[in-house]
């Protein structure tokens, strides 16, 4: 077996992990409407999209794989650093945690914290949100008002790779320009 294939093993085991725990500490959640497995052919669609948008940019397999668990770690439960170190090494568990998103989803003072970290992040980090974010908005059918959101963080990323950057922000700037021309 390739170094690859095992690392991809290893990575699809991780995922059905993560998701199993979410599901059980789920089972004990009073406003769950929506199950972290309901939810996770669309996570598996933009980790998808975001590592084809990062290969074909010519971005190496540590960066594809830390894509895919930062979706994780922002999406379905947080990860452990730790964990993450052990699971994947050194290069992929700092490449998620310095792209991570700070405190509580939902919080306005964490959102603006989140963008500033987001500014001072390496290169390399803020071009997986940005590929997380391109691929939000090739899969989404429709402009929806989370596209505010994602052209605020597209901005705080000056570093992120600049052809995709500069593709993200025109094409969220014209998909705003329909929604609220409505």
């Not at 989404?140 to 596209?147: F, K, L, N, S, Y």
Request: charged residues 25%; aromatic residues 6%.
């Amino acid at each position: 077996m390739k170094r690859s294939d095992c690392v991809h093993t290893r990575l699809a085991a991780y995922h059905d992990a993560v998701y199993t725990q979410a599901e059980r500490e789920a089972q004990f959640g009073m406003f769950e409407l929506v199950t972290p497995r309901d939810r996770r052919e669309d996570n598996d669609a933009l980790i998808n999209a975001a590592q084809t948008t990062l290969h074909a940019l010519g971005y190496p397999a540590t960066m594809r794989i830390a894509v895919s668990l930062l979706l994780l770690a922002e999406e379905v439960m947080p990860l452990d650093a730790e964990r993450l170190r052990k699971a994947f090494g050194e290069e992929i568990a700092c490449l998620v945690e310095a792209s991570r998103a700070v405190g509580e989803p939902g919080n306005a003072k964490d959102w603006h914290a989140s963008l500033e970290k987001f500014a001072q992040a390496p290169a390399d980090c803020q071009t997986l949100r940005m590929a997380l974010i391109h691929a939000a908005i090739e899969r989404g059918p429709e402009p929806t008002p989370q596209m505010d959101f994602w052209y605020a963080e597209a901005l705080a990323l000056p570093a992120a790779h600049p052809g995709l950057r500069a593709q993200v922000i025109a094409r969220l700037e014209a998909d705003m320009a329909a929604l609220y021309a409505q």
